[in-house]
C-alpha cells in the first residue's frame, strides 16, 4: 500500500485473456468492501485481441497503466490500481503513484518467477 498526503493506493493483477476474465477480476475486486467503497479503480489489460483500459474518473491512469505493460511486454493481464482519495489533490503527482503501484507489480511478478 502506497501513501501520498492522505490518499492511500493499492495494486492488483491477474492473468486474463478476455474481457470476460477482466470483468471477473473486477468484480471479485469489488466484494471486498473497501475496494468497492474506493474513489478510482484504474485498470488496463493487455490481451490476446488487444489492449483494454477504464479510468474509472481518475482521468489518463489507464493510459498510464497500459503503456508501462507495454514496455514491460505484459501480456494477458490485467492491472488494477485503486485510489482511496486523502482529501488534496495531487495534481501531477497522482501518476507518479500510479507509475509507482505498477512498479511494485512489476516486482511482485520478478519475485514469483525467481
Known amino acids: 500500500m502506497l501513501s501520498d498526503r492522505g490518499s492511500r493506493y493499492a495494486v492488483t493483477g491477474a492473468r486474463v485473456t478476455s474481457r470476460g476474465d477482466v470483468d471477473a477480476v473486477l468484480a471479485e475486486l469489488k466484494t471486498e468492501r473497501a475496494y468497492a467503497k474506493a474513489t478510482h479503480n484504474t485498470w ?12 474509472d474518473g481518475e482521468s489518463g ?8 505493460m507495454e514496455r514491460e511486454g505484459l501480456k494477458d493481464h490485467v492491472i488494477v490500481v485503486t485510489r ?3 482529501g488534496k ?6 501518476f507518479r503513484r500510479v507509475q509507482d503501484a505498477v512498479r511494485a507489480y512489476f516486482d511482485h511478478l ?3 518467477s525467481d
Open 84 to 86: 482511496w482519495y486523502g
Open 44 to 55: 488496463a489489460a493487455m490481451l490476446p485481441t488487444g489492449a483494454l483500459k477504464a479510468d
Open 110 to 112: 520478478a519475485r514469483q
Open 61 to 68: 491512469a489507464g493510459m498510464v497503466i497500459l503503456r508501462m
Open 89 to 94: 489533490k495531487l495534481g501531477g503527482d497522482r
